[in-house]
Structure formats: C-alpha cells, structure tokens
C-alpha cells in the first residue's frame, strides 16, 4: 500500500456510501445503522490499544529517563488541553459549522449545497481526519482512515438520503484537507526520530480512545481542544532525551 492510501480509501467510502444512500438509503433500517456504528466504535479501541504499543516499544523507553514515557503523554495532554481550551478550538469548529449549515440551510440552493457543506465539514473536521491522515503519511499505518472510511461511508449513506448527490461531492474537499495533512506527516516522518514520532502515535492514541467513548455515546470528550497535544508531544519527548 502506498502514502495516501487511507485518504483515498476514505474518498472511495464516501462516493459509495453516498450512492448507495441515494439508491437505497431509505430501505436501510435505522437500527442497522446505529449498531454498525455502535460495532465501529468499540473497533475505534482496538485501534487505539494497537497506538498505544509504542509506550512500551525499546526504542521509546530507552531514549526517555525512567518514568517518562507516560509523563511525556500526560505533560503533553494536559499542556494542549490548556491551550486547546485557552484557543476555544473545540467550540470554534462547531461555530464554524453551525455558521456554514445556517448559511447554505437558509439560502435557495437547495438539498445539493445543504448537503454537501453539511458532509464535508463532518467529515473533513474531526480529529480522526487529522490523526488518520498524519499517521498515514508517517508511515504508521492505514488503520485508522480505514476505520474513519467505514464511519463517513454509514454516515453518507444516511445523509444521502436526505441531501442527495450533494454528499457525493464532498469527497473532493475531504480528500484535499486529509491529501495535505497526510504530507504534512511524511513531512514529520522524514525529519523526526522514532522515539518522538513514537510519543506523537501514543498521545494519538489517548485521542483515539475519546473518540470511541465519543462514538459510543458514553462521553462526550472536546476531543478538538485536546489536539495540540499530539504536537507538543514529540517537543516535550525531545526536552526529556536531551536534558534529562
């Protein structure tokens, strides 16, 4: 498989989700629909246990003092917590939503637009849309866009169904937006050593793990004001290995 295999696997899920939708959206059980979902999000686990390996990987505890493997993740999530919360960008994601659907929702476009903004910002902004496309183009593989592809492909199907061939074309925004996060982390991987690409993969799979509880329904976490944290990680990694 090559770099960007995840983005693309994304784009297929999201045309075929939406042309099934389109078709037989309606003969689909709302039910069936939630408990894919509900199967998708205790998978979301497992993909964060897979992440969370590296914590206990040679290469990362050897680089870092005794003890600060875990004390890089958690300086890490509480720094970005403090920033993410001190920047607002959890609620600056959904107020930038809310004012694209209002603005598109009020207009005289029709379902088209409606439903392709409505698509492309909940499939484009959203951490597993950075974390997937980062860890991807690192070269830590494609499981989580393909956990993400599952999830947009349900969800287009049921947008679908109401929006119509609107949802189809947010492909072309969503593969642009995970196309450029997925450089940015080739870009990462050529110039970072393992150990702290190894924090940014453990941090991510604290997120990972939010996410699944986010899914589930169990709690909803402001997954987006803890972002900066995956790239505080491999600085605070860094400050460790070297003068610690």
Do not use: C
Not at 198 to 219: E, S
Not at 230 to 243: D, K, M, Q, S
């Amino acid at each position: 498989m090559f770099v960007g295999f995840g983005t693309f696997l994304n784009v297929i899920g999201i045309i075929g989700g939406s042309v099934i939708g389109v078709l037989f959206g309606r003969h689909i059980p709302e039910k069936t629909r939630s408990l894919i979902t509900d199967a998708l999000g205790l998978v979301t686990f497992v993909a964060a246990a897979d992440a969370l390996r590296v914590v206990w990987n040679p290469l990362f505890v050897s680089a870092l003092p005794k003890g600060w493997t875990l004390l890089t993740i958690i300086i890490a999530l509480v720094l970005g917590a403090l920033i993410g919360n001190l920047l607002k960008i959890e609620d600056r994601l959904e107020s930038f939503g809310v004012l694209i659907r209002d603005r598109f929702s009020s207009s005289n476009r029709g379902n088209f637009i409606e439903g392709f903004m409505a698509a492309s910002l909940l499939f484009a902004i959203g951490p597993l849309a950075i974390l997937g496309s980062i860890s991807d183009g690192m070269g830590n593989g494609h499981q989580q866009l393909i956990l993400k592809s599952i999830l947009d492909a349900i969800t287009s199907i049921a947008f679908a169904t109401t929006f119509g061939w609107g949802v189809l074309a947010s492909f072309i925004p969503v593969g642009i937006y995970q196309g450029l996060w997925t450089i940015a982390g080739w870009g990462l991987g050529n110039v970072m050593n393992g150990y702290q690409v190894a924090a940014m993969t453990a941090v991510g799979g604290i997120l990972l793990m939010a996410i699944g509880l986010r899914i589930l329904n169990i709690k909803v976490i402001a997954i987006g004001n803890l972002l900066p944290a995956i790239f505080l990680a491999p600085l605070i990694a860094t400050a460790a290995h070297r003068f610690l």
